[in-house]
């Protein structure tokens, strides 16, 4: 029994216990491997299994019970007390199939399982429109889209659908898109070593906007919460409810009432409360402005701390500007302005006790003789420099 203690200790420490211990790269694995599907190579870990364990005389030849073991730069399984098997290009069933019998010309009642433990490390490059063009390294159960997630995701412009070149030559189809039915990507192939994803720009774009504040920055001290433009590619009749299914769905926080498709200077909704979505077509160079909804409020100018204000359904502007630290000494509080969508909802007196809805920003000016206080400044000097040269050209 210590023989056995001493012999599955030395196997533990000596085994390569993880892909970091190996590249140095540590990545979580949430892929389940199909054993008919999955292809191993140089890289793998494996782990092998004599089911029913050992007797002392297989142990005295080196095979324990378990084993963990890497295959080998040459394609080769060497397992200890059995000897080496090609196993590169094999399926996880056929390199069991082929360890089997291996081991059956020495143990002909021995029975082997081997299952993969930690995929291999490998290179793989995206090129075109990602954020972040260039070669990461990923495993060999990561996909595309895992990929182009590490390279930043897919650019402005840039197309979901592309193509991934493989070492060996062969290229294979990506869409990105999702499938409503699955909720995964049409095509998502998995990576090999060496490979190539290619992003073109798109040839029928429609642009996307999420914005959760709409109003023009140069009104409100605070900075303008816009996301960069999405570009995705134009289906065949699509509507903004098709589009929205390739996209994976919207999240929770949208106000599809007051979302949008702009096209040439004109705004056409997409949402009526009384019948749902409107089967409105979207054509090519479409722009559609999604609200969200925002658990803020931001309030700027003439506050002691402009900034985002937490929403709370029950206050009013009058509120969440004394929730911003309060006007300013000189702030111009009856000239307090309410925007939605960038849109001036109402201002003066009146507004301090509108209850804002998410998303509206608030902004204080300050009073006439602050906001101009430069041209006062100057108009005052020119005054004492006249009035001196003045008195002295009276002497």
């Not at 216990?17 to 990545?27: D, L, N, P, R, Y």
């Not at 096209?263 to 077509?281: C, E, K, M, Y």
């Not at 100018?301 to 204000?309: E, F, H, K, S």
């Not at 430069?374 to 002295?392: E, G, K, N, Q």
Request: contains cysteine; hydrophobic residues 45%.
């Amino acid at each position: 029994m210590l023989i056995i203690i001493f012999l599955m200790l030395i196997q533990i420490i000596s085994a390569p216990s993880s892909a970091q211990e190996i590249t140095g790269t540590s990545k979580f694995v949430l892929e389940q491997v199909d054993r008919n599907a999955y292809v191993l190579g140089p890289g793998d870990v494996v782990t092998v299994v004599i089911e029913g364990g050992c007797t002392e005389a297989l142990l005295g030849a080196g095979v324990l019970p378990w084993m963990i073991c890497r295959i080998g730069s040459d394609g080769y399984l060497s397992v200890s007390g059995i000897g080496a098997v090609a196993v590169d290009g094999l399926t996880i069933d056929e390199a069991q199939y082929a360890l089997q019998r291996s081991v059956s010309n020495f143990y002909p009642l021995l029975n082997v399982t081997l299952s993969l433990s930690e995929p291999r490390m490998l290179r793989a490059s995206v090129r075109g429109m990602v954020n972040e063009p260039g070669t990461y390294i990923m495993t060999s159960l990561d996909r595309v889209s895992l990929l182009v997630r590490e390279a930043g995701g897919i650019s402005a412009y840039g197309s979901r659908t592309g193509n991934l070149f493989t070492a060996n030559g062969d290229t294979l189809e990506v869409n990105l898109h999702i499938d409503h039915l699955t909720g995964s990507p049409v095509s998502d192939p998995f990576l090999s070593n060496g490979a190539s994803v290619l992003f073109e720009a798109c040839e029928n774009p429609v642009y996307l906007l999420r914005t959760s504040m709409t109003y023009p920055a140069a009104e409100i001290d605070v900075p303008e919460k816009v996301s960069s433009v999405e570009t995705w590619e134009l289906g065949f009749y699509d509507s903004f409810e098709a589009l929205i299914s390739r996209m994976g769905g919207l999240p929770g926080n949208v106000d599809l009432s007051r979302t949008r498709i702009v096209r040439n200077n004109g705004h056409f909704p997409v949402w009526a409360d009384s019948v749902g979505f409107i089967n409105q077509l979207i054509l090519p160079g479409d722009t559609i402005l999604i609200v969200m909804y925002s658990d803020s409020i931001p309030v700027g100018g003439a506050v002691m701390m402009p900034g985002m204000v937490t929403y709370r359904p029950e206050s009013t502007v009058h509120q969440y500007i004394l929730a911003a630290g309060g006007p300013e000494d000189n702030a111009n509080l009856g000239g307090a302005v309410l925007l939605r969508d960038g849109i001036e909802m109402g201002s003066g007196s009146d507004i301090l006790e509108v209850k804002p809805l998410p998303g509206d920003a608030i902004e204080v000016p300050y009073t006439w003789i602050s906001q101009n206080k430069d041209a006062i400044i100057i108009v005052s000097t020119v005054f004492t420099i006249w009035y001196t040269l003045d008195r002295i050209l009276d002497k």
